[in-house]
Each structure stands twice: as C-alpha cells, then as structure tokens.
C-alpha cells in the first residue's frame, strides 16, 4: 500500500515559522472555515458538499425491510462511508483505513446515536415492516477535515430526503409512488454538526516562545491536518447541546481550552446551519415550481 | 516559435502548419499521434506549437501527470538515503529518482551535503527512460559547477499545473507566455529568489513568511484562474500594496 505523501522539510519549517506569525498558509484567520458550498441533486436526498477543496456527495435511499427483532418498533438508520482510490492513491479498496474507520465511527456517534433522526417514526408495522434509511457518504476528494464536510452532507441530506408516503390497513401497507402522494419528509429531532479543531505544541512550534505555547486551528486542511498534534472533534447542535466530544490521543488539551473549543463550535454551527436551512429553502424554491407543494403536502406539521 | 492555432483531437491538421526543413526529419512531440502513410492528428486539445529551427512540433495542453525527461530542471524531495545513492520524489506515488550522493558541486566522499528525509533539492535529470527509475543530478557534469543546482534551504514550496510550469520556464515568459505577475511584484519593489521546477513545483523564498505566502499566492492564483495579462498585474499590485 503506498504510504501518504507528507510534506517536506521545507514546508514543515514554514508551516511553523508563519503559525508563530499568527499567519495561516492560505490566509485565513485561524477560526475560520473555508469557502463552503452545498448543492442538492435532482433527486431527493442527494447533496454535494465542497468545503474548499473536500468534497462530499451524500445520497440517502430507503427501503422498506423487516425490523431487528430487539427492536420491534424502530426503524433501520445506518450510515455507510466510502473513500475509495480516487479520494488519494494511498486509499486501497476494500481496506478500510484508518481515516475511513474514524469518520465512519465520528458520523455515527454524531448523528445517528445522538438520535438525531427518530427512528420509531420510521416503523410501520411493529415487529414485521419498517422503513430502512441508508445514508452513504462518497468522499470525492480530500483536502482535509472529511469530518465537518461528511456531517454537513449527510444532515444536508437528511433534511432534503422525502421518503414515499405510505398508508397502513390492519397488516397491509400501501407504499404510494411520487405520482400517487408527494413524498414526505423524515423527522428529525435535531441537526447536530461536527467542528475539528486542530492543536499544535511544541513539537510543531518549537520550544522557547514566551507567549502560550499553542495553537488551535479551525477546518485543517490536508496539510494542516498531516502536521498537527492533536485534534478534537466536537459535535453540537444549532441549540448548543454538545453531542459528542471526539479527543483521539495526540497533545494533552486542558480544560479550559475544551470548553473555548465547545463554545467556539456553537457559534460555528449555528453559522453553519444557518447556512444549511439557506440551501434548502432555495432549493424548495425551486422545485415549487406551480406553487403547490404546501397543498401536496402529506405529513403533519410538527413543532421542532 | 509557437504559433496560436488551437486544436481538438482526431482534426486534421493544415499541412502548411506543419514546418518542414531541408535536412532535419519532422520531430513530433507530446500530444501528436503519426498514423502511417503520412497522416498526422493531435491526440489532445491544446494549442499546437511548432519550432522551425528544431523542426517540431507538439501540442501545449495542461494536464496529465509528470513524466521525467532527461535534461528537465526538477525539484525533488528526498526520501531515503542508501550507500552512495539519495532518493528523492519528483511527484507524488511514482518510482523514486536515484540523486548520487556525490553528483554535488565539489563534493567528495567527505564534503558531500547530508540530506535527510524531507529535504527539497534543485536537480537536472540526467536519465529519464520509459522502464527505469530516472536519475538525478545537482551538478553539471561537464563543469563541474552547480549552476544553481543544490539543495533547497527555507522557503516554501506550492503546487501548480504542469503547463504553467513549462509557461514559467520558457526563456521569455512575458513576450512568449503571457506571463507577467511576477515581472509586476518585482516592479513593485519585492524581493525574491525562486526556483521553477518542471514537474509543478514552485520554490520561493523571501525575507517575511508574508512575501512568500504573497508570492505563492500570486503564482497559484495565475495558474487556477487562468489570469490574464491586465489581470495578473492587477493581482501583483494589490498584493505588493498589502505587504
């Protein structure tokens, strides 16, 4: 398997000497994101999201399966991540690497134990049908911070899939084409989104600097990522409900600087979100095309 | 030299744009494809460029990965050092160049620079076949001088297209290339040492991390954009004004 290209010396040096400059290599400030853009398919459910040079595309199907036995009145979520050769030469197919596991782990923890989507709406007959969604998460590109990019495609997603109206008859269930019913929208509880945080420490700055020895990027990118010594990944709500608090080994980070990182990654997601409910509305817009989406309507109007 | 005509593959080429000579047989370089008895057709769209005094002609397109050519000026990072041999990565996930550890100016089995992993180094190659790993060197073999060859100390190293590369390698970029951002910074009173290398490599270096970042800046901004001339030297001035 080839190894990942690191950066040379040189790079490494530079990196160093302009993160003591309080200058990023491409001129962002340190809490900043980079240029994001979401965009939705023709299809419900499918969303591309380019965060600089990352890019994800997210699609979500669902299908119609037996429940586990468990759990008779829960429906199916899974969420299936991809990085195939494509994403960087160094990704060997059927292989899973070590970025692969992480982010399918993160994305799960994130969004689907944190229950972001109800899943007992999901059950239509108890203990013998239920709806089975599957989001997979295709890396197309990467250029860093896979994390951040994934989660907001697949809750991009999720927000943008209709799933096919059904109706239910003591044990008979009538699944209705597009033609037949609009399609209705999931429920969801809540829209959690994940902020990396990158620390650098001595061994990347070097010893001897009177001021605090360190440094917490936002959004990494490829390279920022291959040298830095820590990183925590934190996933909170547009309500500032932390979800989850991702800190895998690396540089010890103390308390107070988590705690800045928890309330930095609030602000971040709500901006984010807002940024997400901004895409979705001009895609509605869009697809409104006659004006008659709110009289197709079939699902209910619930409070979130 | 080149001449701006642009072509798509499988055309068919003008035989008069086509340059002949009396002694020297048509070379046919990247992008040109013969098909027997006397057809030629581009196997890329790209503009079609023609030397009369060599009698080529080949076809200018940006893309594709780096091949080595023998006599390209690269830059190289080192990777690992054997016995007598360094090797070094000209681009990412291909076969290691081999560099001599001696192929440096003036240097014995005493005074040869110590390059570990990581190091950047300004090299010729001197070897470049289809089935072999090309070789390198830092020190012109006829005299015995660097030439500017060696290894690459601070400074920063960006990524470009491989076409922008040969644009900034030509021996008149501004008349021949269209490319005069760094004419422009240059004109603005910044100070800089820089090293192109042909497989999209740029080093640069400068007294403040700012400069080089801006400098860099400049380059990869010209390469993915496209800049024009008037574009570029707008680029330029706002960057040397914000320094």
Same mark, same amino acid.
């Given at each position: 398997?080839?190894?990942?290209?690191?950066?040379?010396?040189?790079?490494?040096?530079?990196?160093?000497?302009?993160?003591?400059?309080?200058?990023?290599?491409?001129?962002?400030?340190?809490?900043?994101?980079?240029?994001?853009?979401?965009?939705?398919?023709?299809?419900?459910?499918?969303?591309d999201?380019?965060?600089?040079?990352?890019?994800?595309?997210?699609?979500?199907?669902?299908?119609?399966?037996?429940?586990?036995?468990?759990?008779?009145?829960?429906?199916?979520?899974?969420?299936?991540?991809?990085? $195939?050769?494509?994403?960087?030469? $160094?990704?060997?197919?059927?292989?899973?690497?070590?970025?692969?596991?992480?982010?399918?782990?993160?994305?799960?923890?994130?969004?689907?134990?944190?229950?972001?989507?109800?899943?007992?709406?999901?059950?239509?007959?108890?203990?013998?049908?239920?709806?089975?969604?599957?989001?997979?998460?295709?890396?197309l590109?990467?250029?860093?911070n896979l994390?951040?990019?994934?989660?907001?495609?697949?809750?991009?997603?999720?927000?943008?899939?209709?799933?096919?109206?059904?109706?239910?008859?003591?044990?008979?269930?009538?699944?209705?084409?597009?033609?037949?019913?609009?399609?209705?929208?999931?429920?969801?509880?809540?829209?959690?989104?994940?902020?990396?945080? $990158?620390?650098?420490?001595?061994?990347?700055?070097?010893?001897?600097?009177?001021?605090?020895?360190?440094?917490?990027?936002?959004?990494?990118?490829?390279?920022e990522?291959?040298?830095?010594?820590?990183?925590?990944?934190?996933?909170v709500?547009?309500?500032?409900?932390?979800?989850?608090?991702?800190?895998?080994?690396?540089?010890p980070?103390d308390?107070?600087?988590?705690?800045?990182?928890?309330?930095?990654?609030?602000?971040?997601?709500?901006?984010?979100?807002?940024?997400?409910?901004?895409?979705?509305?001009?895609?509605?817009?869009?697809?409104?095309?006659?004006?008659?989406?709110?009289?197709?309507?079939?699902?209910?109007?619930?409070?979130? | 030299?080149?001449?701006?005509t642009?072509?798509?593959?499988?055309?068919?080429?003008?035989?008069?744009?086509?340059?002949?000579?009396?002694?020297?047989?048509?070379?046919l370089?990247?992008?040109?494809?013969?098909?027997?008895?006397?057809?030629?057709?581009?196997?890329?769209?790209?503009?079609?460029?023609?030397?009369?005094?060599?009698?080529?002609?080949?076809?200018?397109?940006?893309?594709?990965?780096?091949?080595?050519?023998?006599?390209?000026?690269?830059?190289?990072?080192?990777?690992?050092?054997?016995?007598?041999?360094?090797?070094?990565?000209?681009?990412?996930?291909?076969?290691?160049?081999?560099?001599?550890?001696?192929?440096?100016?003036?240097?014995?089995?005493?005074?040869?620079?110590?390059?570990?992993?990581?190091n950047?180094?300004?090299?010729?190659?001197?070897?470049?076949?289809?089935?072999?790993d090309?070789?390198?060197?830092?020190? $012109?073999?006829?005299?015995?001088?660097?030439?500017?060859?060696?290894p690459?100390?601070?400074?920063?190293?960006?990524?470009?297209?491989?076409?922008?590369?040969?644009?900034?390698?030509?021996?008149?970029?501004?008349?021949?290339?269209?490319?005069?951002?760094?004419?422009?910074l240059?004109?603005?009173?910044?100070?800089f040492?820089?090293?192109?290398?042909?497989?999209?490599?740029?080093?640069?270096?400068?007294?403040?991390?700012?400069?080089?970042?801006?400098?860099?800046?400049?380059?990869?901004?010209?390469?993915?954009?496209?800049?024009?001339?008037?574009?570029?030297?707008?680029?330029?001035?706002?960057?040397?004004?914000?320094?």
């Amino acid at each position: 398997m080839p190894r990942e290209v690191e950066p040379s010396l040189n790079e490494k040096q530079f990196f160093a000497k302009a993160l003591q400059e309080n200058i990023r290599l491409d001129g962002r400030a340190f809490d900043q994101f980079r240029a994001l853009e979401l965009d939705f398919g023709d299809e419900y459910g499918v969303a591309d999201v380019r965060l600089g040079k990352t890019r994800v595309h997210t699609h979500i199907t669902a299908e119609v399966t037996t429940p586990f036995p468990d759990r008779p009145f829960d429906g199916v979520f899974t969420i299936a991540t991809e990085l $195939s050769p494509m994403t960087s030469p $160094s990704i060997e197919l059927n292989r899973p690497s070590e970025t692969e596991t992480l982010l399918s782990r993160l994305l799960e923890k994130t969004i689907r134990r944190s229950g972001a989507l109800d899943t007992e709406s999901l059950c239509l007959i108890a203990g013998s049908k239920c709806w089975s969604i599957r989001a997979d998460v295709h890396v197309l590109s990467h250029d860093g911070n896979l994390v951040d990019a994934s989660c907001i495609a697949v809750i991009a997603a999720l927000q943008h899939f209709r799933k096919p109206d059904t109706s239910t008859e003591g044990e008979q269930v009538t699944v209705y084409t597009v033609r037949e019913r609009e399609p209705v929208p999931l429920s969801l509880l809540h829209f959690p989104l994940c902020v990396t945080f $990158s620390f650098y420490g001595e061994g990347v700055l070097g010893k001897g600097g009177e001021e605090e020895g360190e440094v917490v990027l936002i959004d990494a990118n490829l390279m920022e990522e291959q040298l830095r010594e820590g990183s925590v990944t934190v996933g909170v709500n547009r309500h500032g409900e932390v979800c989850q608090i991702a800190k895998l080994g690396g540089l010890p980070v103390d308390a107070v600087a988590l705690l800045h990182c928890i309330s930095v990654a609030g602000v971040k997601v709500k901006e984010l979100s807002k940024f997400i409910t901004g895409c979705l509305e001009a895609d509605a817009k869009k697809r409104d095309k006659g004006g008659m989406m709110a009289e197709l309507r079939a699902d209910n109007d619930r409070v979130s | 030299m080149a001449t701006e005509t642009f072509v798509l593959p499988g055309e068919t080429l003008d035989p008069t744009a086509l340059p002949s000579h009396p002694k020297l047989p048509l070379k046919l370089g990247p992008g040109l494809r013969h098909i027997p008895p006397n057809t030629i057709t581009p196997t890329v769209a790209g503009q079609l460029c023609t030397d009369k005094r060599k009698n080529a002609v080949w076809v200018e397109f940006n893309g594709s990965r780096y091949i080595p050519t023998a006599g390209d000026l690269v830059i190289a990072t080192i990777q690992k050092s054997s016995v007598d041999l360094y090797h070094a990565s000209l681009s990412d996930y291909t076969p290691n160049a081999s560099l001599p550890q001696l192929s440096f100016e003036g240097a014995t089995k005493k005074t040869r620079p110590q390059l570990t992993s990581g190091n950047l180094v300004y090299g010729r190659v001197t070897l470049a076949n289809k089935h072999m790993d090309p070789e390198l060197e830092c020190v $012109s073999s006829s005299t015995g001088k660097s030439e500017g060859l060696g290894p690459l100390t601070g400074g920063m190293l960006f990524t470009i297209s491989l076409g922008m590369a040969r644009r900034m390698m030509l021996p008149k970029p501004v008349e021949q290339g269209n490319l005069v951002v760094l004419d422009e910074l240059g004109a603005q009173g910044v100070a800089f040492e820089i090293a192109v290398g042909r497989n999209g490599r740029v080093w640069v270096d400068s007294k403040t991390v700012k400069t080089t970042l801006a400098i860099g800046k400049a380059i990869v901004d010209t390469d993915e954009k496209g800049l024009g001339v008037e574009d570029q030297k707008k680029l330029a001035r706002k960057l040397a004004r914000d320094l």
